[in-house]
C-alpha cells in the first residue's frame, strides 16, 4: 500500500464514501460537493489542525485516513479512518490505522493519538482489532450521538506512544 496526501478526486470519492456511513460521523447531514472543497483547501497546510492521506494499493485507492483535531500544544491528535465500503474486510483499515499511529508518533512527536467511535457505529466492534499490539485505554461517553431519533454513547480509546 503506498501512502499520498489526499487528490482533489479522492477527496470528492471519500464524500460520497462518508454519505453512506453517517452513523458514524460527527456531523450526520450530507457532505456536499462544495462542502468537501472548502474541507479539502484547509487541509495539510503547516497551521491546519487535519492532515489527510489516501491510502493506494495496485493502483487503487482503498480508504482515507487522516489526523484531525491536532492539538499541538499538548501534542495530541484524533485519529479519523474512513476504509471505502468495497475494500472493507481485507486488511486494509488494520493497515491504514497502523500507518496514521505511526505518522503520529515517530514523525509528528505526538504523545497521544486518540479515537472516539460511536456505540451504533456497526463497526465498532473492529476498533479493539485495529488497535492489537498498542497500548490504550478506554472511556465510556453518553449521550454523544443523536441518530435515528435516539442519543447513542461513544467508547474512547486514548493511544499511548509506546
Ligand atoms: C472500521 C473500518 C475502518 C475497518 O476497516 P477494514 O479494512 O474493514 O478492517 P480490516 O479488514 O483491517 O479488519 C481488521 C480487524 O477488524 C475486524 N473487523 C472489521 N470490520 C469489523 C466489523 N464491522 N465488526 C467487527 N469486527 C470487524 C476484522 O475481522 C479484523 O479482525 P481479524 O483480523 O481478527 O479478523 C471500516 O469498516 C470503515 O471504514 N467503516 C466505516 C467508517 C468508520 O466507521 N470509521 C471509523 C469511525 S470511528
Known sequence: MTVEPISGGSAVLAAQERNLVRVSLRTSG????????????????????????????????????????????????????????????????????????????????MHKVWAEVYDCNPAKDAWPKLLEGYEYVTSHRPDTKYWNGQYHGSTFYDIARS
Open 30 to 109: 450530507f457532505t456536499t460537493h462544495e462542502g468537501q472543497r472548502q474541507w479539502f483547501e484547509g487541509i495539510n497546510r503547516p497551521e491546519s489542525d487535519i492532515w489527510y492521506w489516501q491510502f493506494v494499493d495496485n493502483d487503487v485507492t482503498r480508504g482515507v485516513g487522516g489526523l484531525v483535531n491536532i492539538d499541538r500544544a499538548n501534542l495530541s491528535a484524533e485519529i479519523s479512518i474512513l476504509v471505502f465500503a468495497h475494500h472493507r474486510g481485507k486488511g486494509h483499515g488494520r493497515g491504514i490505522v497502523r500507518w496514521l499511529l505511526t505518522e503520529a508518533f515517530d514523525h509528528m512527536n
